[in-house]
Nanobody, 124 residues
Framework: QVQLVESGGGLVQAGGSLRLSCAAS????????LAWFRQAPGKEREFVAA????????YYADSVKGRFTISRDNTKNTVYLQMNSLKPEDTAVYYC?????????????????WGQGTQVTVSS
C-alpha cells in the first residue's frame, strides 16, 4: 500500500505562486508514475500534470502549461507542483495520485492511490 499526503495549499492572490508537496509512504514510489489532479466545486476531477518515474517525461494539461511545473525527488519519495501566475480559475482541491506503472496517464481511473487533497484558493 502507498499513502500520499499533500501539503502547501492555501490562499493566494491572482498572479501569485504556491508550491504543493506530496509525500509518499508505505512503499517506495520511485518506479511509479505520479500525478496531480484538481477538482473545483461543481466540476469533475481533472488532470493537471504527471511525471514518469525518472521525471524525464512530464505532461501537462493545456490550462496550466507554462505556468505549473511538476517535479519529483525519488530520494525523498516526494512529488512537487510549482504553481506560478495563478488565476482564480485555478481554485480547486488539488490531489496527488500514484500509478503503479512507468507509463503516463491522464485518466484518474488509472491511478490507484490518492491523497486527501489540499485546498488552493486564488483570489482576484
Amino acid at each position: 500500500q502507498v499513502q500520499l499526503v499533500e501539503s502547501g495549499g492555501g490562499l493566494v492572490q491572482a498572479g501569485g505562486s504556491l508550491r504543493l508537496s506530496c509525500a509518499a509512504s508505505g512503499r517506495t514510489v520511485s518506479s511509479y508514475t505520479l500525478a496531480w489532479f484538481r477538482q473545483a466545486p461543481g466540476k469533475e476531477r481533472e488532470f493537471v500534470a504527471a511525471a514518469r518515474w525518472n521525471a524525464g517525461s512530464t505532461y501537462y494539461a493545456d490550462s496550466v502549461k507554462g505556468r505549473f511545473t511538476i517535479s519529483r525527488d525519488n530520494t525523498k519519495n516526494t512529488v512537487y507542483l510549482q504553481m506560478n501566475s495563478l488565476k482564480p480559475e485555478d481554485t480547486a482541491v488539488y490531489y496527488c495520485a500514484a500509478r503503479m506503472s512507468t507509463l503516463l496517464s491522464l485518466s484518474q481511473y488509472e491511478y490507484g492511490y490518492w491523497g486527501q487533497g489540499t485546498q488552493v484558493t486564488v483570489s482576484s
